[in-house]
Every structure is written in C-alpha cells, then in structure tokens.
C-alpha cells in the first residue's frame, strides 16, 4: 500500500510540473525595458552657421546752411533706404536645466562674418525751384556690421521620440526640443555718409572758381539692443545625447539710430572750404546726416557638445 502511495505522488507531481512549464511556455516573453532618455542637464559648448539679413535702413543727408554751390539756392533734402544680407560663423556656449520634459537655459555666442548694406542718390537743385539734377553730386551711406552677440534666456518642451516609427522626418529617434528665447544683443557696427561733390561740377567751388568739395562723417561704435527668437534642436539616440543639432531664428532690434553733422572740406586737400553764399563759418559742422534704427534678422545652423 504504501509503494502504490509513493507511486502516486511521484506521478501527481510529475503532472503538476509538465502543466506550469506549459503554462510558461504560453506566455510571451517580456521585453528589455527601454534605456530612459539622456538628460539635457549640464554645460556645453558649439558654433553656428548663420544666414543674417538687415531690414530696410532709412538714410538722410542734407545741407541746409549752402555750404555747397557757387550761386544756386540750398540743394534739395535727401532721403534713401536699403536692405540687404550676408553671413555669419560663431562660437556658443551656455547651461541647461531640465525638469521632466520641460527646461531651461542660458547661453551666449557672437558670430564675425560680413553684414552690410549702403546707398547712393544723385543730389538735386534747389528749395524754392522746380528740382533738377546736379551731375556728379551724389549722397553716399553706409552701415557695415562686423559683429552680433548675445546673452540670452531659454525656455522650452522635450519631446522623446525613441518608440519605432515609419519612414519620415519623425523616424529620426531621439529627443527633439522646442524652445523660445530672448535677451541682450550687441552689434559692433560701423556708419559712414558723405555729400561728394567732384570738381567741375557747377554748383560746387569757394569765391566763384569750381573745387571739390565734400563732407565726410564715419562712426564706428557698439550698438545695445534687444534679441527674441525660437528654434528646434535634436539630440540623435545614437549620440546618447552628446551631440545635438539645431536651426533657429533670432531677430535683433537695435533702436538707436545715428545722427551725424560733417565739415564740408576741399575734395583734394582736405581743408575747409564752403561757398561764399554760406550761412556756416568754415571748419564748423554744418551737413547733418542721419541713419534709422536697424532690425537684423537671422536663421543659423548649429551644432553643440554637451560636457555631461
């Protein structure tokens, strides 16, 4: 009796153990849970390509105390514009913080590169008169800037992108941040306009004879305004969030303009020389100049290194 009890048991547990492995065969296996996402946390470091582009600037010049001329009235006002674009390269470097999927930063870069624009306009005859044109006599202005910077806050969205995906732009795994930003910017810019008046002209000369003439002013200087933009940067899954890549748009407002007065001077000799019908003792400023506010606007190309 008692073998036919062992026999028994020895076969119950058999059955028992032959139905939980058939059991765990059946159920499917549990995959790898996936690695969490890199932080964005820490300092880094990067350089942009930038594509800048200037609003259109307003220019004036004028001559009101007839420094120019042998015999006609006071030369017409000026007012011309321009716009035009050029490019940039820099270095950046700021600090992120993340909190969940949301962060913050600081950063600050400035780009050297070539960004300028400039203006010629034939001068006319006279105030009081029917307006002609004075051959020759031309209004020139030019603004050059040499470099942009910035200090800037960041604010902005995470968004992980590491699940499959078809074929596309959102196939791309790895985090992806939308971010806006504003700050601080300056511009080192330099601000040249002249009123040309070459010999032979018949409305230019001192004491009746025909000279050159011309009054030149130039300003180089560094300009304070304010920056504000936005942007997108992906941080690749194969990169493990070292490197990222980014494009943003700034746009720059710089408000101050330039008002300047030059000295109308012999063409060829540089001393003071105004016409006898002159208002303006000569040697004093007396050919005011001026030059509107610039708006830059700029899309760059970035790439960055984070340290940690």
């Known amino acids: 009796m008692k073998r036919l009890f062992s026999l028994?048991?020895?076969?119950?547990?058999v059955c028992l153990s032959q139905n939980a492995l058939a059991a765990d065969l059946s159920r499917p296996a549990l995959a790898p849970a996936p690695p969490p996402p890199p932080s964005w946390n820490g300092f880094y470091v990067g350089a942009n390509a930038s594509l800048p582009w200037i609003d259109r600037v307003t220019f004036t010049a004028d001559d009101p105390a007839h420094t120019f001329g042998t015999g006609f009235d006071n030369v017409l006002p000026i007012s011309m514009s321009a716009?035009?674009?050029?490019?940039?390269?820099?270095?950046?470097?700021?600090?992120?913080?993340?909190?969940?999927?949301?962060?913050?930063?600081?950063?600050?870069?400035?780009?050297?590169?070539?960004?300028?624009?400039g203006a010629t306009q034939q001068v006319f005859c006279c105030v009081g008169a029917p307006p002609f044109p004075l051959p020759g006599f031309t209004a020139t202005s030019h603004i050059e800037v040499n470099s942009l910077a910035t200090v800037r806050g960041r604010a902005g969205f995470i968004w992980n992108n590491r699940a499959s995906k078809p074929p596309g732009f959102f196939a791309m795994p790895g985090d992806f941040l939308f971010y806006g930003t504003g700050g601080v910017a300056w511009a080192q810019t330099e601000y040249s306009a002249d009123l040309n008046c070459p010999a032979g002209v018949p409305t230019c000369g001192v004491a009746g004879v025909p000279t050159s003439q011309h009054a030149p002013v130039s300003i180089s200087q560094t300009k304070t305004?304010?920056?504000?933009?936005?942007?997108?940067?992906?941080?690749?899954?194969?990169?493990?969030?070292?490197?990222?890549?980014?494009?943003?748009?700034?746009?720059?407002?710089?408000?101050?303009?330039?008002?300047?007065?030059?000295?109308?001077?012999?063409?060829?000799?540089?001393?003071?020389?105004?016409?006898?019908?002159?208002?303006?003792?000569?040697?004093?400023?007396?050919?005011?100049?001026?030059?509107?506010?610039?708006?830059?606007?700029?899309?760059?190309?970035?790439?960055?290194?984070?340290?940690?």
Do not use: M
């Not at 030059?262 to 006898?276: E, K, L, M």
């Open 83 to 117: 716009s035009d674009s050029g490019w940039g390269l820099g270095p950046i470097v700021g600090y992120n913080w993340q909190v969940s999927n949301f962060l913050l930063g600081v950063e600050g870069d400035i780009d050297w590169g070539k960004l300028s624009l």
């Open 8 to 13: 028994a048991a020895v076969w119950l547990g």
């Open 225 to 308: 305004g304010s920056v504000w933009g936005g942007g997108v940067e992906w941080a690749p899954a194969v990169a493990k969030g070292k490197l990222i890549w980014g494009i943003e748009y700034l746009n720059f407002h710089f408000d101050k303009g330039n008002n300047l007065t030059g000295t109308t001077v012999n063409g060829v000799t540089g001393v003071p020389a105004v016409s006898i019908f002159s208002t303006c003792p000569a040697g004093t400023p007396c050919v005011p100049y001026s030059a509107s506010g610039l708006t830059i606007n700029d899309i760059r190309f970035r790439v960055t290194y984070k340290w940690n």
